[in-house]
């Protein structure tokens, strides 16, 4: 009888998440034609370079991803092929960023087509050294090309620089530093969440097994508002505290909600989701 008292039990709570889910969705469905027309009107520039990440289609083919974690190998390319750089920065990510989707004119040769790895980006992309934002922007590199269609030639070119491993290598890599800075930040108490639920949601997003910890899960739902659902709040008059040149720029709502914090964190829980629903509701007979 216990048995199946914690079965109903599950089959309510997988119910009542699945209508919750929809609820979000439909939401989500309303809202969403606005906020792309605001983005639009408030910087139309920023706005044509990456409109085809907001499509969901976009992010709905992502494939799993396949690595054997324990013959992982990467080296770094060998030398510069152009001038020395350092790790990257917003504008210089962003730039990248276009040149993957083929948005962005190259400094050199005007419009470019899509898949473009320029010798500068791959050599940021796979910088030994970077942390916090810089690195989670090297995955993000990776994951980019990936969602673009580009991993056959990023493979070529990394080939051909001279480093060792896949596109999926190098992003399951990156993930795992990534992850081992939160274990670091959950350990010490001393999380900055901005960063630590970024890394959180797109490794998750990535599929990286072991992305979406359930310890971690109590200290994130306790950092979000439970009326507005918002993470990372500041007072309005309170000015951002400068986290680095490399953090990608924030702004706040009216209340002074965190735009790139909420944002990351719905990805965190979306990951959550993701990973540990199946496991628990897929079993689940319906009567």
């Known amino acids: 009888m216990a048995c199946l008292g914690q079965r109903s039990l599950v089959t309510k709570t997988c119910r009542t998440i699945e209508r919750r889910l929809r609820q979000v969705q439909w939401k989500l469905n309303s809202l969403v034609p606005g906020a792309i027309q605001a983005v639009h009107t408030s910087n139309p520039s920023y706005y044509d370079n990456f409109a085809s990440m907001i499509s969901s289609e976009f992010w709905s083919s992502s494939p799993p991803l396949t690595v054997e974690t324990d013959q992982v190998s990467i080296r770094h390319p060998n030398g510069p092929t152009v001038i020395p750089i350092e790790c ?49 922007h090297q995955m993000l590199y990776f994951l980019l090309a990936r969602q673009v269609g580009c991993t056959d030639i990023l493979h070529h070119k990394l080939k051909v620089a001279g480093a060792l491993g896949s596109p999926s290598d190098w992003l399951y890599s990156l993930c795992s530093r990534m992850l081992n800075d939160n274990m670091v930040q959950f350990s010490s108490g001393e999380i900055n969440l901005d960063l630590f639920l970024e890394n959180v949601g797109l490794c998750g997003f990535a599929g990286v097994q072991g992305s979406a910890r359930l310890e971690w899960l109590p200290a994130i739902l306790n950092s979000q508002d439970p009326t507005t659902g918002c993470f990372c709040r500041r007072e309005p008059q309170q000015p951002i505290k400068k986290q680095g040149r490399e953090k990608r720029m924030d702004r706040l709502l009216s209340d002074g909600c965190s735009q790139h914090c909420t944002a990351v964190g719905v990805i965190t829980l979306g990951s959550y989701i993701e990973h540990f629903m199946p496991q628990v509701c897929c079993s689940v007979t319906y009567a």
């Not at 990510?93 to 050199?108: K, S």
């Not at 419009?111 to 010798?119: F, G, K, L, M, P």
């Open 88 to 136: 990257a920065t917003e504008i210089r990510n962003d730039y990248c960023f276009g040149l993957l989707l083929g948005t962005r004119p190259d400094e050199e040769h005007g419009s470019v087509e899509q898949c473009t790895v320029s010798d500068t980006c791959l050599q940021m992309a796979t910088l030994p050294g970077c942390t916090k934002y810089t690195l989670s």
